[in-house]
């Protein structure tokens, strides 16, 4: 989380001067901006968006694979991350 929540806020340059503010300290980091709407009385996510990705990011690919009864089964796997035995 980056600095305290901006409830009550409606002045959209405090909140991009925030975003940027963060985007620069973290610039290879994900940034997520999450909107909250308590107009019922909670506080639940309402809109949530990415800001900034890093430059290098890992990715995944999508595995499918017939099994018995002719059903689909898919299963996500990271094409970064290497897989180590036990004490490796």
């Not at 890093?54 to 995944?60: A, C, L, R, V």
């Amino acid at each position: 989380m980056w600095g305290l929540p901006l409830f009550d806020v409606k002045d959209v340059a405090a909140i991009t001067y925030e975003i940027n503010a963060c985007r620069k300290a973290k610039p290879n980091f994900y940034v997520k901006v999450t909107a909250f709407d308590n107009t019922r009385g909670v506080e639940s996510s309402s809109l949530s968006f990415i800001v900034n990705r890093p430059i290098n990011e890992p990715g995944f690919r999508l595995v499918r694979q017939e099994v018995e009864g002719r059903r689909i089964q898919y299963t996500i796997e990271s094409y970064a991350a290497v897989a180590r035995g036990e004490g490796a």
